[in-house]
C-alpha cells in the first residue's frame, strides 16, 4: 500500500507484521492523500482529519499505556514524512513531540534520569522551531555554540542538565522573537503544526527541487507518519542508527551501517557527529546486535531484496524504525544480484529486476589505474565508487557555474546538505571532511553514481576562506583534485583514469539479461575502436554507423571541400575519386571487427555547409586577402561565394539526407562503391564480410527509397558485390513516414527508427534551440518532466513509432525493426521499444551493457 501510505508508512506497518509489535513503536499513518487534499484546499487540512488524528491517537496512547502531554508519565511521538518514494533527508521529521514545561518533570521523574528528559525537550523545541515554524538553523546553533562557551565545553554530549535547562529557555525565547508566538505548550496544537509542516515540506524548495531531478511526480504528496518515540539517548545502554542487510558499498554479505551510542537517529544521518562502524556494535551492545543481525537477515528474506534499515536500542532493548530496499551503488547491485540467486533468495529473473539498469554506467567508469604512481594527499571513506579529477570548488553555486562554462570539477565541502544537490550534478566527484557512509553526501552521490570520498578526516575545509587544508598543503578553489571513490583515497596528482575492467560477477549478471532479453543490442560505431569497445561489451553488430564523421578528420575534410566547392558533375566526380580510398580504409577496419555481425550503414545525411567553414570567418578572411592582396583571394572569394550558395535558413529542414543523394547521387554511388570494396577486401582477407544493411537517411516518400535502392544495387552489381548479404533500408525519422509506412516497407528491408530527429519533427523542436531555449523552463513550469530527448515521448513519438511498425510489419511481416537514436540506451525508452516489438537496440558503446540489462528487464515485465 504504499501508493496510500508512503513507503515508510506502508514498510513499518508490514515490518510490524513480520517481527511483532513488540519490534516496532507503536503508530498511525495519515495518508498521502490526505496530503493531496491538504495542497488543493490551498493549505487547509481536509475535514475530519482532526477528528480521525485524535482517534487514532487515542489508540496509540492505549498501546503505550501512557497519554500524550501527561505532566506525570508522558508519551511522546515522532511525526515522520514518508512518500511513495524514498527522498532521503528531502522532507521533514519532528522527534520527541508531547514535551512542555511539565511533562518534561514527568518524564524526568519517570526515567529518573533528568538530564535525558531535558535534553530531548531542548532538540524538540529546537526541531519544531526549526521545522514547524522556519526558525533558522544558524540562530539556532548560535544559541548551542553560546551555551558552550558559557559552560566550557566542546560537545553537545557534555553540556549539563542545568545548561540544557538554560537552553530551553534560549529557544523558548528565540521562538517568540522570531514567530511573533509563544511556544505552543499543548502537545494536541503541538502534533496539528507538526502534521502542518510535514504536508508543507512535500512543497519546500528542496523537495520540489529533488524530484524534478529524480522525476517524482509532484501530485503524490507525502503521507505523515505518528510513532511513539523510543530512546536511542538514554545513556550508555542506547544508541541509534542505521544498517543495511549487506555491505552497502560492496554488496558483500557482511551487514553494515552506522551507529552513535547516546543518540538520537538525526545525529547519525545528519553527519554532524561522525559515527562509529556498525561491527563495533557487537562488542558494545552484544545482545542487540545479535537481534539485528537476525532481523536483517528476516527481513532480507521477506523482501527478497537488500534492506536498509533505521533502528535503536533504549537501554538495550531493540527498536526498528524503517526498512525499505537499499538504494545500492552498481557493484553492490551486481554482487547481491548474483549472490542472492546463489543463496537461493530469488529467481535469475527476480535478481535482474533488483538491478537499476542506468547506474551500471558507474561500473563502465574509469577508476585510478591499479598500477598508477601518485602520492595520496589523504584518505576517507569509499563513499561512491568510481575515479574523477577536476577543479575545486567550493560551494554548489560555483559547481553549477563552472560546469556551465564546461570545465571540470570536484566539489569539497565539510558536508552537504539537500541545498548542496544541484552542485552533486554539476561535479564530477565529491569530496567531504565530515560523514561516514551513510551521510547525505554519500547517499547523493552514489544515487547519482558520482564518485565520492567522504569523511577525509585530515581535509579542513574553511568556506569563509575559501581554502581547504591537509597536512600542511593548502588548497584553493581552482587547484586540481582528483579522488578515487572506490578506494577512498584523494590527490592533487593529475593521475590518469583507467577504464574498467568487467568483472565476474557483472559478467554473469549480463550472461543472464543476454538468457532473458528478447531484443537485440548493437551499437553506434564509426570508428574500429568503438567498434571493439562495443564488441567486448557484448554487442551483436552495429545499428548505426554515421558515415559523415569520416569526412570530418584533418585529411580528409579539404577534399570534401573541393568536392563540395566543385560546380560540375565532372569535377565533383574527381573529388569523390579522391575521398574513396579513405571512406574504403574506413570500412575495411570496422568490418574487421565485425565480421559476421550485422553493420548499418547510413549514407551521408548532414547538409553539406556542415564540411564548410562559417560563412563569418571566410568573409573576414577575404577582407583580409583583399587588404593584403594575397594571392588567394580569388579561391577565398569562390569559397564565400559557395558557402553563400551552400547555407540554407534552416538546415535541419533542407537539403540534406536522402535529398543530397537525390541532388548528387555521384556521392551515395562513391560510398556504396567503399563499402562494397571494403567487404570484398575484408571478406578475401579473413574469410567473413558482415551482413551489409546500407540505410538511406530522411526518407518521407517511398519513391525517394526507390530511386535510392537502385542506385544502390547498380553500384552493388558493377562492383561485383552480387554475392554479397546486403540490405537496403531506410531511417523511419519523419513523420510522414510513420503514416506510410507500409508503402515505404513494400521497399524497404529494415526500418531503423532515428528518435532524434523523429523527436525534432515530431514536436517541431529543434534539439539544441530547445535545450537552449526553452526546456529548462517548460521544465520548471511542469509542462514537461523531461527532456523529450533524453527519455521517449511515449504518448506522441512513441505513438508514431507503434504505427510505423504495425503498419509496416502488415505490410511486410519480416521487416525488421530497430532504433538507433540517443533513446537506444535508455533504460525507459528501451521498455517501450520491447512493447513497440521491435527486434534491437542500437546505443553508443559504453551503454550497450545497460541496454543489455534494460532489454531483459523490460522482457521480464512484458512476460508478467
Ligand atoms: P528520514 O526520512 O529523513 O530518514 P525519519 O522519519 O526516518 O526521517 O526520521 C529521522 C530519524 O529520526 C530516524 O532515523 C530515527 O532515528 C529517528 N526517529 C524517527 N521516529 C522515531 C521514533 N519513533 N523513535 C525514535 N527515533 C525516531
Ligand atoms: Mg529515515
Ligand atoms: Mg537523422
Redesign the pocket.
Known amino acids: 500500500m504504499r501508493d496510500l501510505l508512503g513507503g515508510k508508512g506502508a514498510n513499518v506497518a508490514e515490518m510490524t507484521r513480520v517481527l511483532g509489535a513488540r519490534r516496532v513503536p507503536a503508530g498511525f499513518t495519515i495518508t498521502t492523500e490526505a496530503c493531496v487534499a491538504y495542497m488543493r484546499r490551498g493549505g487547509t487540512e481536509p475535514e475530519g482529519l482532526d477528528e480521525q488524528v485524535s482517534d487514532a491517537l487515542g489508540r496509540l496512547e492505549e498501546e503505550a499505556g501512557k497519554r500524550l502531554g501527561d505532566p506525570n508519565d508522558p508519551v511522546l511521538v515522532s511525526v515522520r514524512s514518508g512518500a511513495r518514494e524514498s527522498m532521503p533527508g528531502m522532507l521533514d521529521s519532528i522527534l520527541n513531540l508531547g514535551l512542555n514545561d511539565r511533562s518534561v518533570e514527568g518524564l524526568a521523574r519517570t526515567t529518573g534520569n533528568e538530564r535525558f528528559a531535558w535534553d530531548s525537550y531542548r532538540r524538540f523545541l529546537q526541531m519544531f522551531a526549526n521545522v514547524c515554524r522556519g526558525v533558522p538553523g544558524e540562530a539556532i546553533e548560535d544559541a548551542i555554540a553560546a551555551r558552550k562557551r558559557a559552560a566550557g565545553v566542546e560537545e553537545d554530549t557534555e553540556l549539563e542538565t542545568a545548561d540544557l535547562r538554560a537552553l530551553v529557555d534560549d529557544f523558548k525565547r528565540l521562538f517568540s522573537e522570531r514567530t511573533g508566538e509563544e511556544f505552543p505548550q499543548d502537545p494536541l496544537e503541538q502534533l496539528r503544526q507538526a502534521i502542518r509542516a510535514v504536508f508543507d515540506s512535500w512543497l519546500g524548495d528542496r523537495a520540489v527541487e529533488y524530484r524534478r531531478i529524480n522525476r517524482i511526480p509532484d501530485e503524490w504528496g507525502t503521507a505523515v507518519n505518528v510513532q511513539r518515540m523510543v530512546f536511542g539517548n538514554k545513556g550508555d545502554s542506547s544508541c541509534s542508527g542505521v544498517a543495511f542487510s549487506r555491505d552497502e558499498i560492496t554488496g558483500g554479505p557482511e551487514p553494515s551501517g552506522d551507529f552513535l551510542v547516546n543518540a538520537q537517529g538525526e545525529d547519525v544521518v545528519s553527519g554532524v557527529r561522525t559515527p562509529r562502524d556498525l561491527a563495533e556494535l557487537r562488542e558494545a551492545m552484544p545482545e542487540a546486535h545479535r537481534e539485528l543481525m537476525e532481523i536483517l537477515r528476516r527481513l532480507e528474506s521477506h523482501y527478497r531484496d537488500m534492506q536498509d534499515t533505521e533502528f535503536t536500542v533504549e537501554e538495550g532493548r531493540l527498536y526498528m524504525l524503517q526498512t525499505r530496499s537499499a538504494k545500492r551503488p552498481a557493484q553492490a547491485a551486481v554482487r547481491f544480484a548474483v549472490d542472492a540467486v546463489e543463496e537461493g533468495l530469488v529467481t535469475r529473473q527476480q535478481a535482474l529486476l533488483t538491478v537499476d539498469a542506468g547506474a551500471l554506467d558507474a561500473l563502465l567508469h574509469p577508476t585510478f589505474g591499479r598500477d598508477a604512481d601518485y602520492e595520496v594527499l589523504a584518505r576517507g571513506v569509499n563513499a561512491s565508487p568510481g575515479a574523477a579529477k577536476g577543479e575545486i570548488v567550493f560551494t554548489a553555486e560555483s559547481a553549477v557555474a563552472a560546469a556551465e562554462a564546461g570545465r571540470q570539477v570536484v566539489l569539497v565541502r565539510p558536508f552537504t546538505e539537500a541545498d548542496d544537490v544541484a552542485g552533486f550534478f554539476a561535479a564530477r566527484g565529491i569530496i567531504t571532511s565530515e560523514g561516514g557512509k551513510a551521510s547525505h553526501a554519500a547517499l547523493v552521490a552514489r544515487g547519482m553514481g558520482k564518485p565520492a570520498v567522504c569523511g577525509v578526516g585530515e581535509l579542513e575545509v574553511d568556506l569563509a576562506s575559501g581554502e581547504a587544508r591537509v597536512n600542511g598543503t593548502v588548497l584553493h578553489e581552482g587547484d586540481l583534485i582528483a579522488l578515487d571513490g572506490t578506494r577512498g583515497v584523494i590527490t592533487t596528482e593529475d593521475v590518469p583514469l583507467v577504464d574498467p575492467e568487467m568483472d565476474e560477477a557483472f559478467e554473469k549478471v549480463l550472461g543472464w539479461a543476454d538468457e532473458v532479453r528478447t531484443l537485440g543490442v548493437r551499437t553506434n560505431a564509426d570508428t574500429p575502436e568503438d567498434a571493439l569497445r562495443a564488441r567486448e561489451f557484448g554487442a551483436e553488430g552495429i545499428g548505426l554507423c554515421r558515415t559523415e564523421h569520416m569526412f570530418m578528420a584533418a585529411d580528409r575534410q579539404p577534399k570534401m571541400r573541393t568536392m563540395i566547392m566543385a560546380r560540375t558533375e565532372e569535377a565533383r566526380r574527381t573529388a569523390l575519386a579522391e575521398l574513396l580510398p579513405h571512406q574504403q580504409q574506413d570500412f575495411e577496419g570496422l568490418f574487421e571487427v565485425m565480421a559476421g555481425l550485422p553493420v548499418t550503414i547510413r549514407l551521408l ?1 548532414p547538409p553539406l555547409h556542415e564540411f564548410l567553414p562559417d560563412v563569418e570567418e571566410v568573409a573576414q578572411e577575404v577582407e583580409r586577402a583583399r587588404i593584403e592582396r594575397t594571392p588567394d583571394l580569388e579561391d577565398l572569394e569562390r569559397m564565400l561565394e559557395r558557402v553563400h550558395e551552400v547555407s540554407e535558413t534552416n538546415p535541419m529542414l533542407g537539403t540534406r ?1 536522402c535529398r543530397l543523394g537525390i541532388l548528387h547521387p555521384e556521392i551515395y554511388e562513391m560510398q556504396v562503391q567503399a563499402i562494397v570494396r571494403a567487404a570484398l577486401a575484408v571478406r578475401e582477407r579473413s574469410g567473413a564480410a558482415p551482413h551489409l544493411e546500407i540505410m538511406i ?2 526518407v518521407a516518400y517511398e519513391m525517394e527509397l526507390v530511386y535510392m535502392r537502385k542506385l544502390v544495387e547498380r553500384v552493388v552489381a558493377d562492383e561485383g558485390g552480387a554475392d554479397l548479404e546486403l540490405t537496403v533500408g531506410t ?1 523511419i ?1 519523419l513523420p510522414r513516414a510513420c503514416f506510410v509506412a507500409d508503402r515505404i516497407a513494400s521497399v524497404a528491408d529494415f526500418f531503423s527508427f ?1 528518435t ?2 523523429l523527436t525534432q519533427t515530431a514536436l517541431g523542436f529543434s534539439r539544441d534551440d530547445a535545450e537552449r531555449g526553452f526546456l529548462g523552463r517548460y521544465r520548471d513550469e511542469r509542462i514537461l518532466d523531461r527532456s523529450p530527448f533524453e527519455t521517449l515521448d511515449r504518448p506522441g513519438v512513441g505513438w508514431l513509432v507503434r504505427l510505423a511498425a504495425w503498419t509496416g510489419r502488415e505490410a511486410k511481416p519480416d521487416l525488421k525493426l530497430g532504433i538507433c537514436g540517443e533513446h537506444g540506451g535508455d533504460p525507459e525508452s528501451i521498455a517501450f521499444f520491447q512493447l513497440a516489438g521491435l527486434d534491437y537496440v542500437s546505443c553508443s558503446p559504453y551503454r550497450v551493457p545497460i541496454a543489455r540489462v534494460a532489454a531483459a528487464q523490460a522482457a521480464a515485465r512484458d512476460g508478467e
Open positions: 545525411d539526407g537517411p530522411l531511417m525519422e532515428g532524434n530527429d
